[in-house]
T-cell receptor
Framework: DGGITQSPKYLFRKEGQNVTLSCEQN?????MYWYRQDPGQGLRLIYY???????QKGDIAEGYSVSREKKESFPLTVTSAQKNPTAFYLC??????????????FGPGTRLTVL | QKEVEQDPGPLSVPEGAIVSLNCTYS??????FMWYRQYSRKGPELLMY????GNKEDGRFTAQVDKSSKYISLFIRDSQPSDSATYLC???????????FGDGTTLTVKP
């Protein structure tokens, strides 16, 4: 089955620790995205990558870092510099085209709680 | 001010009711208008999208876009308990590379 997997589903972290969230896709998509969702709010873009070895900051990149060494993988590190990291994190991918709509597929999410 | 504003809800309706979900936006560059459904503790899934203005129908769901008023709607006819979820509107420009999301409206359909 093609899709996006995120692990772990639930993650607990102590203040001051860095933590890495995993995102893997086997859809052969070039573009991948990380969003943050807080209760009662929509999705806010953290980082996105249109191609391997390249990524751009989204609207709320401070305190986060990413890498894109492989097409299938786009891990997100939540650093100790992120002031309020408790949230639901969603990874997505899409196959970009020169024109026209390309559906964005989402993973099941990781719920991060800072203790 | 947010680029995309969504009616906050929550909404609670009886089974069989017609539901109207709405968003307004301020960015004239938006060309693609999407509706996502998100069940509790799950990732969103695309319900429908519309390019530019007009209506689009898919079964019990109808999406409307009025670019002159910068207003989009999703109508659900004959609502079912399985429609209970959070509905997110989203919009993007012609490249469709990045989407801007509304805050979502939580819908409960009671049997």
């Amino acid at each position: 089955d093609g899709g996006i997997t995120q692990s772990p589903k639930y993650l607990f972290r102590k203040e001051g620790q860095n933590v890495t969230l995993s995102c893997e896709q086997n859809l052969n998509h070039d573009a991948m995205y990380w969003y943050r969702q807080d209760p009662g709010q929509g999705l806010r873009l953290i980082y996105y990558s249109q191609i391997v070895n390249d990524f751009q900051k989204g609207d709320i990149a401070e305190g986060y870092s990413v890498s894109r060494e492989k097409k299938e993988s786009f891990p997100l590190t939540v650093t100790s510099a992120q002031k309020n990291p408790t949230a639901f994190y969603l990874c997505a991918s899409r196959s970009p085209g020169l024109a026209g709509f390309m559906e964005q597929f989402f993973g099941p999410g990781t719920r991060l709680t800072v203790l | 001010q947010k680029e995309v504003e969504q009616d906050p809800g929550p909404l609670s309706v009886p089974e069989g009711a017609i539901v109207s979900l709405n968003c307004t936006y301020s960015n004239s560059a938006f060309q693609y208008f999407m509706w996502y459904r998100q069940y509790s503790r799950k990732g969103p899934e695309l319900l429908m999208y519309t390019y530019s203005s007009g209506n689009k129908e898919d079964g019990r769901f109808t999406a409307q876009v009025d670019k002159s008023s910068k207003y989009i709607s999703l109508f659900i006819r004959d609502s079912q308990p399985s429609d209970s979820a959070t509905y997110l509107c989203a919009m993007s420009g012609t490249n469709a590379g990045k989407s801007t999301f509304g805050d979502g409206t939580t819908l409960t359909v009671k049997p």
